[in-house]
Nanobody, 115 residues
């Protein structure tokens, strides 16, 4: 069964850091583009960052310079290192695998930035 499982979310103060992880089951991980998205209730899910199989990376303008996406193909794991967190970064964070015929999503992990 192919699935994605995120972890690492939590409550952090403004200016703090968190590292999210997304572990993929199945042999597809190293063959597909992976991405992190976030969603606030009542709003559309938005791209945070994505990384291709070749290592090409794109960031949303709001996260450039603060967030770093990376992947470890040997561990089937996608990471998102978040620094200088702001209250507006509060959201559910989801990882996505672009499988071609469909997208595979994880269940999400909540990040709350508050003092």
């Amino acid at each position: 069964q192919v699935q994605l499982v995120e972890s690492g979310g939590g409550l952090v103060q403004p200016g703090g850091s968190l590292r999210l992880s997304c572990v993929a089951s199945g042999s597809f991980f190293r063959l597909v583009t992976m991405g992190w998205f976030r969603q606030v209730p009542g709003k559309q899910r938005e791209l945070v960052a994505q990384i291709t199989t070749g290592g090409t990376i794109d960031y949303a303008d709001s996260t450039k310079g603060r967030f770093t996406i990376s992947r470890d193909n040997a561990k089937n794991t996608l990471y998102l290192q978040m620094t200088s967190l702001k209250p507006e970064d509060t959201a559910g964070y989801y990882c996505k695998a672009s499988l071609g015929s469909r997208d595979l999503w994880g269940q999400g992990t909540q990040v709350t930035v508050s003092s």
